[in-house]
């Protein structure tokens, strides 16, 4: 079981980045599928996530109406693309996989992790 992030890196406030979650090893079209985030100093932090199966979504408050999670079935391969990015915004993002029948919000409830790709909004 792999989770490989990318698509991090540098941006402007303002700017925009769509990270990648490619996953491999079983088949994960009845999990949750979710990206955290996690800045120096903080917990880690519910972004979004996306049900594979029906589509149904969840958001934090704090990106709703700038991010958008995505899923490629063919692609096997889940999406944030993030908008409007403030310096606010800065963390590392990890994706996560999630067996729940739910779509959870809290990192307790999802079992498989990727190692994160960093996000940096600066001038």
């Known amino acids: 079981v792999k989770l490989v992030e990318s698509g991090g890196g540098l941006v402007q406030p303002g700017g925009s980045l769509r990270l990648s979650c490619v996953v491999s090893?079983?088949?994960?079209?009845?999990?949750?599928m979710g990206w955290f985030r996690q800045a120096p100093g903080k917990e880690r932090e519910f972004v979004s996530a996306?049900?594979?199966?029906?589509?149904?979504?969840r958001y934090a408050d704090s990106v709703k109406g700038r991010f958008t999670i995505s899923r490629d079935d063919a692609k096997n391969t889940v999406y944030l693309q993030m908008n409007s990015l403030k310096p606010e915004d800065t963390a590392g993002y990890y994706c996560?996989?999630?067996?729940?029948?739910?779509?959870?919000?809290?990192?307790?409830?999802?079992?498989?992790w990727g190692q994160g790709t960093q996000v940096t909004v600066s001038t």
């Open positions: 996560a996989a999630s067996s729940s029948l739910f779509v959870p919000s809290t990192s307790s409830g999802y079992q498989y």
């Open positions: 996306i049900k594979w199966s029906d589509g149904r979504l």
């Open positions: 090893g079983r088949t994960f079209t009845s999990y949750a």
